[in-house]
């Protein structure tokens, strides 16, 4: 099986700044897109940003211009810097993973984090 393991979320204040990281661990031969996803209150869970292993991103209209994704492929490790947050930023955030877990099957997983809260508020 994979795990995906996310850091501590947090309080912060509007206008700073926050770094997710999500760490895979278990029966790992590669893994395509990494991506993190979040859900507010009352709301369906939303892209925020994902990457391929060859490291192109593509981001929510919301978080283009102040998150960056990134990602260390030695590591199965992906990352989130927010900047600029806002308190409609506030939201459990998701890392989410495709991982084929066989050199023996082409066969993609897709998992997902636990999800930690992320809240902007002054």
């Known amino acids: 099986q994979v795990q995906l393991v996310e850091s501590e979320g947090g309080l912060v204040q509007p206008g700073g700044s926050l770094r997710l990281s999500c760490a895979a661990s278990?029966?790992?031969?590669?893994?395509?897109?990494m991506g993190w996803y979040r859900q507010a209150p009352g709301k369906q869970r939303e892209l925020v940003a994902r990457?391929?292993?060859?490291?192109?991103?593509n981001y929510a209209d919301s978080a283009e211009g102040r998150f960056t994704i990134s990602r260390d492929n030695a590591k199965n490790t992906v990352y989130l810097q927010m900047n600029s947050l806002k308190p409609e930023d506030t939201a459990v955030y998701y890392c989410?993973?495709?991982?084929?877990?066989?050199?023996?099957?082409?066969?993609?997983?897709?998992?997902w984090g636990q999800g930690t809260q992320v809240t902007v508020s002054s």
């Open positions: 989410n993973a495709d991982v084929r877990r066989s050199i023996f099957s082409s066969r993609v997983y897709n998992y």
């Open positions: 278990g029966t790992i031969f590669s893994i395509n897109d």
């Open positions: 990457i391929t292993n060859g490291g192109s991103a």
